[in-house]
């Protein structure tokens, strides 16, 4: 790798992640084939009880029409996910948190006409922006309404990496960095496509079969049609300080760097795998940033999370370039 495709990031970190490199020209390379791979140590997820039925009919989901055995696995702040059956096929079906829509699921009986097309514009907007989507790190999109808000998801069989911590789950040496390899090509090809998740965090990492894998998309934009920082939702606690700050807000659009909030947000989250702390973008220019990073072990891997980790968007590092050091650091 050419240092020269680092030179936005500070001395320091630049001297840091040269170190980095240097090391990991002696590693053997296992190509692309740790993307996909999965981790050892994750639970199953417990099944909920799959005691409602679903009668969807052709024009409601064409392909999916049929009698669904359907149970309940949880609900977050947009929407509620069962896990629904039918012979050997199993689908997470995903509706508004509202309870019009979990009595579709439940009984059978759609919302009206007026009530469907207040959400369906939420819908639609995260279906449009990801349905031709694929890379082995996002979860995928396998159908969608155009009726009634229904996005129908791949079932993550292991739940999410907020679900596995409470499970007891913790990374063995080497695992923080290949989750941060994996997941930062995803944003890498998210990224490519015009695109910005917006809300990284453990409870939008799930894990399907032992690999993990961004979802929860009801957070993403397009920088292709009219796009506002301000307008992605955001959690405290893991926002980009561009999502605090006007003035960095307004650095970040005028230079075309709104999509490196995603690489802030993983950065955090690695943080979190590796500490058990955060750096909401409100305190990252403070010396609680130095005093937490110390508390990653790896230097190399520390080197690479403050990286991402850069308070001001244009020195901190693009996804390609996370992912190319990350990359680097597992071998890829």
């Known amino acids: 790798m050419d240092p020269g495709s680092i030179l936005l990031v500070s001395s320091a970190t630049a001297s840091s992640l040269l170190m980095i490199y240097t090391a990991s020209r002696s ?53 509620c996910t069962y896990l629904c059956t039918q012979d050997s096929v199993e689908a997470a079906f995903k509706v508004p948190n509202r309870r019009e829509y979990r009595e579709m699921i439940e009984t059978s009986i759609p919302p009206t006409i007026l009530e469907a097309e207040k959400a369906m514009e939420d819908v639609a907007r995260e279906a449009e922006a990801i349905g031709g989507l694929r890379h082995p790190h996002l979860l995928r999109l396998l159908a969608y309404s155009r009726h009634v808000p ?38 890498r090809y998210i990224h490519s496509r015009g695109l910005i998740h917006g809300d990284i965090k453990p409870s939008n990492v799930l894990i399907s079969q032992g690999v993990v ?34 003035d960095l807000r307004r650095l970040s659009a005028e230079r075309g760097l709104e999509n490196r909030i995603d690489v802030y947000q993983l950065g955090n989250l690695l943080l979190y795998l590796e500490t058990g702390a955060t ?16 508390r990653i072990r790896d230097r190399e891997l520390r080197g690479i999370v403050q990286a991402m980790l850069e308070p001001d968007p244009a020195r901190r590092l693009s996804s390609e370039e996370a992912a190319r050091l990350l990359g680097e650091l597992v071998g890829a």
């Open 150 to 187: 229904l996005l129908v998801y791949e079932y993550a069989d292991m739940g999410t990496l907020a679900h596995q911590q409470g499970q007891g789950w913790s990374p063995r040496p080497g695992d923080v960095a290949l989750i941060g390899y994996q997941l930062a090509d995803a944003l």
């Open 213 to 246: 894998k961004l979802g929860d998309f009801s957070s993403i934009s397009s920088l292709l049609g009219k796009f506002s920082i301000t307008g992605i939702r955001s959690t405290p606690g893991w926002r980009a300080p561009e999502q605090v700050y006007s």
């Open 27 to 79: 590693r053997p390379r296992r190509g692309r084939r740790l993307l996909g791979a999965p981790l050892e140590g994750f639970k199953p997820l417990a099944r909920p009880s799959l005691d409602k039925t679903f009668r969807v009919q052709e024009e409601l989901l064409p392909g999916y029409e049929g009698e669904w055995r359907c149970g309940l696995l949880g609900c977050g702040g947009w929407g």
């Open 279 to 294: 750096l909401d973008g409100e305190h990252a220019s403070t010396r609680k940033r130095q005093e937490v990073l110390k």
